[in-house]
């Protein structure tokens, strides 16, 4: 039943290590993203995709990059890990309507995953 | 581009009184405001949302007001419980892509605190 999932839960790797999070909806929706939440709880646009291409790239170190293999599963690589990059990393989706489809605006959230780099 | 001004960054209440939270923000062009609630520990979820074309929304104990000519828009939350305890985001559209808004900038959150 969960609508927007991701795995892991909680990541605890060292620095310069790679790493990969996944992330599934199976709410239909056409656009995802991942966003970063910093330890003062700001949230922060990552990446966002529609239909599996890329409309939002936000200005973000391309140690991270973003993959959709389609429309329901969008997974975000980490290269060479830094201190940095601990935070909570949150994929979201929602209906923008490019396919025929009203969109509703709404963004559904994942439970996230708690990257901690030491 | 966007940019979203959230106030107060913390707010400490007691059971059963009101909480209002205040957001501005900067493109006159934007016409729909959401509020997220995180619980700790949790995700954001959405528990109301307001479109440009009405001053005021109410769902229950939340309601939100906007206006658009001072371009803020708030969080008023009524008869207030020790599980509203949370931290509360607002966020305005910075894009329009096919009809949605496919890029959300969120205020920096206010920590809501309900004590008994």
């Known amino acids: 039943d969960t609508a927007v999932s991701q795995t892991p839960k909680y990541l605890v790797t060292q620095m310069g290590n790679d790493k990969s999070i996944k992330c599934e909806q199976n709410l239909g929706h056409d656009t995802m993203y991942w966003y970063k939440q910093d330890s003062k709880k700001f949230l922060k646009i990552m990446f966002s995709y529609n239909n599996k291409e890329l409309i939002i790239n936000e200005t973000v170190p391309n140690r991270f990059s973003p993959k959709s293999p389609d429309k329901a599963h969008l997974n975000l690589h980490i290269n060479s890990l830094e201190l940095g990059d601990s935070a909570v990393y949150f994929c979201?989706?929602?209906?923008?309507?490019?396919?025929?489809?009203?969109?509703?605006?709404?963004?559904?959230f994942g439970p996230g995953t708690r990257l901690t780099v030491t | 581009g966007e940019n979203v001004e959230q106030h107060p960054s913390t707010l400490s209440v007691q059971e059963g009184d009101s909480a209002v939270i205040k957001c501005t923000y900067s493109d006159s062009a934007s016409n729909y405001f959401p509020w997220y609630k995180q619980e700790l520990g949790k995700r954001p979820q959405l528990i109301i949302d307001?479109?440009?074309?009405?001053g005021e929304k109410k769902d229950q104990r939340i309601a939100v007001t906007l206006n658009k000519t001072a371009k803020h828009f708030s969080l008023h939350i009524t008869e207030t419980q020790p599980e509203d305890s949370a931290v509360y985001f607002c966020a305005a559209p910075a894009s329009l892509f096919s009809g949605g808004y496919n890029k959300l900038i969120f205020g920096a959150g206010t920590r809501l605190a309900v004590h008994p």
């Open positions: 979201a989706s929602s209906q923008l309507g490019t396919s025929g489809s009203p969109p509703s605006n709404e963004q559904y």
């Open positions: 307001i479109r440009s074309n009405v």
